[in-house]
């Protein structure tokens, strides 16, 4: 939770404790919110519409296998979009002045070189991982 204090987040929620949509309709006193980023899946893209205002945006990264019903969606005039990063030169490209201009820091959780790769996987998978592990290749 400090972390996510430190990135800037003016409120948390504990998805362990807490169901978002009740949290979020809390904090906002019943108003909603105008995005939903959606990093989760699962029946985030049925559910979100929930908290959003009229004309509101749900944002998925997320491929969902199940078939979500959306008419909470459509009640709200909400648009979904989905965005799918190919990595490729042109994207870094554009990616790199951002960073370069710090408008985007990546979290690194940890550093090492490739044959510990295994070291970073049983850190992650223990939810030990706060942010990306970034792995080195000698040539
Ligand atoms: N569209 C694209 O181009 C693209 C690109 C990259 C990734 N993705 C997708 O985006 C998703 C996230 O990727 P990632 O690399 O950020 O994964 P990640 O490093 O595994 O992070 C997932 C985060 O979600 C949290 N979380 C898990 N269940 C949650 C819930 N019910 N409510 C709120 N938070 C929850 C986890 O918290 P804890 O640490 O406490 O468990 C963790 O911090 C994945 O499904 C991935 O496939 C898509």
Redesign the pocket.
């Known amino acids: 939770m400090a972390l996510v204090e430190q990135l800037g987040a003016s409120a948390l929620i504990d998805?362990?404790r807490e169901d978002?949509v009740d949290s979020v309709m809390r904090l906002t006193e019943g108003r909603g919110v105008d995005v939903v980023l959606d990093?989760?899946?699962?029946d985030t893209l049925s559910r979100s519409p929930r908290i959003l205002r009229v004309d509101g945006r749900v944002v998925s990264?997320?491929?969902t296998a199940a078939p979500q019903n959306l008419i909470e969606a459509w009640g709200r005039n909400a648009t979904d979009h989905f965005?799918?990063?190919?990595q490729n030169r042109s994207k870094f490209d554009a990616l790199t002045p951002l960073l370069e201009r710090g408008l985007v820091v990546p979290q690194v959780g940890m550093k090492c070189p490739l044959h510990e790769v295994a070291r970073a996987h049983v850190r992650?998978e223990q939810?030990r991982l706060k942010g990306?592990s970034v792995l080195w290749v000698r040539t």
């Open positions: 998805f362990e978002y990093t989760i899946g699962r990264v997320v491929d965005v799918f990063s190919r992650s939810g990306k």
